[in-house]
Nanobody, 122 residues
Framework: QVQLVESGGGSVQAGGSLRLACAAS????????MAWFRQAPGKERDWVAS????????YYADSVKGRFTISQDNTKNTVYLQMNSLKPEDTAMYYC???????????????WGKGTLVTISS
């Protein structure tokens, strides 16, 4: 089993930056894909970005492409989400997720973190 703990959330003004971190522990060797999702109040949980643990290929939702960067430090079992040029619509709870399957599609997620709150003011 894998445990995920997010950190780095907070409140910033529009145009600012934040870096989220997700520390993984447990049987991390089985994980093929790590991802960030977010959920705004009253809305569904949406995929934000994914990274494959072997090879490091990355993928982004159109809404964050060019502003967010997902990366990993395998020596620390940690995945990061660098968020730049933040907008009020980026306000949400951000969740780290891990999948042992071929993708980080929502239905394939094996483990979720508890989330970290990001609030962007205009």
């Amino acid at each position: 089993q894998v445990q995920l703990v997010e950190s780095g959330g907070g409140s910033v003004q529009a145009g600012g930056s934040l870096r989220l971190a997700c520390a993984a522990s447990g049987y991390t060797a089985r994980m093929n894909c790590m991802a960030w999702f977010r959920q705004a109040p009253g809305k569904e949980r949406d995929w934000v970005a994914s990274i494959y643990t072997n090879g490091g290929s990355t993928y982004y939702a159109d809404s964050v492409k060019g502003r967010f960067t997902i990366s990993q430090d395998n020596t620390k079992n940690t995945v990061y989400l660098q968020m730049n040029s933040l907008k009020p619509e980026d306000t949400a709870m951000y969740y780290c997720a891990a999948s042992s399957r071929a993708s980080c599609h929502y239905n394939y997620i094996d483990a979720w973190g508890k989330g970290t709150l990001v609030t962007i003011s205009s």
